[in-house]
């Protein structure tokens, strides 16, 4: 099992900053990446970028150049830069931890963290 514990977020104006936070605990050797999902209202959940135990990153087209995924120590914490934020990044942003096959496979999921957008 793996606990994930998310902090940040909040209401920023466009074109602001923040930054999201998840610390993950327990079986954190059976991490084999941890990412940020949001889902906004009425719509799918999304991937908006992970971070391989290796260091390798992706984003979602939509948050490239603007959003940063970086990390502490392997695999945890996991942190998410978000600059020059626009009001349809407004969602609630999910931490998530995925094992190792070998573990299962599964996939862990944080509280969920309210970011705003809004002038």
């Known amino acids: 099992q793996v606990q994930l514990v998310e902090s940040g977020g909040g209401l920023v104006q466009p074109g602001g900053s923040l930054r999201l936070s998840c610390a993950a605990s327990?079986?954190?050797?059976?991490?084999?990446?941890m990412g940020w999902y949001r889902q906004a209202p009425g719509k799918q959940r999304e991937l908006v970028a992970r971070?391989?135990?290796?260091?390798?990153?992706n984003y979602a087209d939509s948050v490239k150049g603007r959003f940063t995924i970086s990390r502490d120590n392997v695999p945890t914490p996991v942190y998410l830069q978000m600059n020059s934020l626009k009001p349809e990044d407004t969602a609630v942003y999910y931490c998530?931890?995925?094992?190792?096959?070998?573990?299962?496979?599964?996939?862990?999921w944080g509280q969920g963290t309210q970011v705003t957008v809004s002038s």
């Open positions: 998530n931890a995925r094992e190792y096959v070998d573990y299962g496979g599964d996939d862990y």
């Open positions: 327990g079986n954190i050797f059976s991490i084999s990446a």
């Open positions: 971070i391989t135990r290796g260091g390798a990153t």
